[in-house]
């Protein structure tokens, strides 16, 4: 489902957009590294879903482009049967960033969807637009491109958040196989929320409008089933599920504007808080990312802020694209991972011609902690008496992220000034020793935590016990 968050930077204190959100699934995720890649000519790449989706349908391969972009993300293994590995938010060394949201489409539109569809699935459009484009109006086309040419896979609809420095774009595909998608641009005076991702009112007979962009059958499709007569067009109403803005997005929209206007305007930590109010936040989230969408002298210095789950109960860390690894213990574990309950970690089975049995996960990376499994662990813990520890793991974070804040502001500028001279080793080194000492750091605190509730757990009980989990008042 994900929840994706854009302000514009006429609204922030540091004068730069942001972008942010989770994902919300269920399954193991983890943060990744991919490096600039050249390919083959008549290299592919296989796209789609299988006949064992929710909504079924046909991989198939699609044309690679000679070289894909150094880029983060962190990746999923399991969302409605599609094909692991997932994605649905990362950033590119050109500055795009990308979060995936769920927008559910019509009714008619979902029961017309074929069981014989082919082309990117939600997660392949994600993946190819961080691989490829330049720009947030680049990623929009490129998807508007890449369904007219090969369609799209479906799973009754679905959303995409594409922003970089100067601007961001919403983008809906609409179930039901026919082509069909709208695009709305948001600039610097802008806040945006999506979740679902939705879009009102589109001017489809003003053609000077420069602030959205759809499919050629967009207006045409929906006279001819008759779902529009006359007057204004709202997307949401025609083709989606016609609820708008949901209570959540509704509530956080309000918020950030709210903070938009005091002295100080929108700060990364009125960007943490947003992904980490237990209003929204919980056990559904899987991650959380805050993207600065900066334009730094070297592209290495791009970034984002990564929590391991939704960060209730994970704090934020740094990570630069010019690092080249993360810690062990934030790539992926076999905890949540689907499959591996029926797999091992050795090569008996290989030598058996059994390769199906043998985990995906290596060994030396399963040897380590799981830091989704250690903040999940936090977050139950909490959740026994929520209004006592979410209060106390939360001003431990936020001391935590203030001070890092600061640091990390001090390490940029030092890796800015190696760039600066060429020495692109040593600040490459710098930033991803800094980042993945944080990185573990973080991750120390939470068990921390952890130890210290559970032994008092142990001595006064839970509030919150018995056979029905506890969980927060989440909005949605």
Known sequence: MSYGLYIGKNHTASKHAWLAGYG??????????????????????TVGVTERADMPGARREIPQVAETARQLRVSYSQYKGVPAPITN???????????????????ELCDMTPVTQSGPNYSDQARLVIDRARSARD????????IATYGECSYGGNSHLIADADEAWVMIQFAGGKGLWVAERLGADSIRASRPGYIGVVPVHDTQ?????????????????????????????????????????????????????RAGKITLQDMIWALRTSRLTGDTAGYGQVVPLTGPGHSSLRMLWHAPIGAVAAPFAPV????????????????????????????????????????????QVESSRSAVAECKRLLYLMLQDKNRYTAEVTGAFE????????????????????????????????????????LTAGLDLVVALSNSIEARLKIFGAVDGGSVPAKYDQLW
């Not at 269920?26 to 600039?36: A, K, M, N, Q």
């Not at 962009?213 to 989606?240: C, K």
């Not at 991972?337 to 985990?359: H, I, L, P, Q, Y």
């Open 24 to 45: 919300d699934e269920p399954s193991s995720h983890w943060l990744e590294i991919i490096p600039r890649m050249k390919h083959k000519s008549g290299s592919t790449v």
């Open 89 to 107: 938010g990362g950033l590119n060394e050109f500055g795009v960033a990308v979060r995936d949201i769920w927008s559910t489409s019509r009714q």
């Open 139 to 146: 990623g929009v086309m490129l998807i508007a491109t890449l």
């Open 209 to 261: 409008s420069t602030d959205y962009l759809y499919s050629d059958n967009f207006l045409s499709y929906a006279i001819e089933q008759g779902w529009y007569v006359d007057g204004e067009f709202n997307a949401n109403d025609v083709y989606g599920d016609g609820k708008g803005r949901w209570q959540g997005v509704q509530w956080i929209e309000n918020e950030m504007h709210e903070r938009a206007v």
């Open 320 to 363: 630069f694209l010019g690092q080249h690894c993360v810690p062990l213990e934030f790539q992926q574990h076999r905890y949540l991972t689907e499959g591996e309950s029926a797999r091992f970690m050795d090569n008996r089975k290989v030598e058996m011609d059994d390769v199906s049995s043998v985990s995906v996960v290596s060994q």
């Open 399 to 438: 001391g935590r992220e203030a001070s890092l804040i600061e640091t990390t502001e001090r390490m940029v500028a030092t890796a800015a000034v190696l760039f600066a001279q060429g020495e692109d080793r040593l600040a490459e080194g710098l930033l991803e020793y800094f980042s993945q000492t944080e």
